[in-house]
């Protein structure tokens, strides 16, 4: 079956410039996922979804990131006056159910900030 | 707060070989341990994953353990193929507090195996 996509793959954006990256989870997955990978480093958390909820965006580093999963399916990460060090691969990941569980990951948004 | 550290950052052996990766943890409690395969370019492919309770799992040529008394795992990859080379993370979630879906990863280890 299809598994988690995530568009556009690469995405260049001037400084200051407002970027939205989306992210569609495998169809049916109650568990949506946000991490930031640095080059050269591993992922790190950025937010979790239940459905449509928000339970946790304690990883967003700044309020220039906001996300959203509205209906429970399609999530859209936006970051706001987008600056270099926002300059990272984004990946989504999605899991059957909620909490703890094995999580399938999206091929990643590649973000260079100029 | 968790640290996941690998070692080594970076292997090179020869087709064949059999090798080892290793991920240590600050914090043993943990809820499970994954580890991950990244290939250039992708996402991460999930290989195993260990729950807590558990010492070991096996697929096909991989094995991986884990000893949480002293926050380490180990993935031992057997009779390693070209098609192995990859940056291979592990990542660990918190065991309590609520948010045992929140990964810490280690930075990867870079496998090359040469034909």
């Known amino acids: 079956g299809a598994g988690v996509s995530q568009s556009p793959r690469y995405k260049v954006a001037k400084r200051g410039q407002d970027v939205a990256l989306r992210c569609d989870p495998i169809s049916g997955h109650v568990s949506l996922f946000w991490y930031q990978q640095a080059l050269g480093q591993g992922p790190e958390f950025l937010t979790y979804?239940?459905?449509?909820?928000?339970?946790?965006k304690s990883g967003l580093p700044s309020d220039r990131f906001f996300a959203e999963r509205p209906e429970g399916s399609v999530s859209t990460l936006k970051i706001q006056r987008t600056q270099q060090e926002d300059s990272a691969v984004y990946l989504c990941?999605?899991?059957?159910?909620?909490?703890?569980?094995?999580?399938?990951f999206g091929p990643g948004t590649r973000l260079t900030v100029t | 707060k968790q640290e996941v550290t690998q070692i080594p950052a970076a292997l090179s052996v020869p087709e064949g070989e059999n090798l080892v990766l290793n991920c240590s943890f600050t914090?043993?409690?943990?809820?499970?341990l994954q580890w991950f395969r990244q290939d250039p370019g992708k996402g991460l492919t999930s290989l195993l994953l260990?729950?807590?309770?558990?010492r070991e799992q096996t697929s096909g040529r991989l094995n991986a353990s884990l000893d949480k008394s002293s926050g380490r795992s180990t993935l031992y990859i057997a009779a390693s193929q070209p098609g192995d080379s990859a940056t291979y993370l592990c990542a660990v979630p918190p065991r309590f507090g609520g948010s045992n879906y929140k990964l810490t990863f280690g930075k990867g280890t870079l496998l090359t195996v040469n034909p």
């Open positions: 990941a999605s899991s059957l159910e909620r909490g703890a569980n094995e999580q399938y």
């Open positions: 979804f239940q459905n449509e909820a928000q339970l946790d």
């Open positions: 914090d043993s409690a943990i809820y499970n």
């Open positions: 260990i729950q807590s309770s558990q």
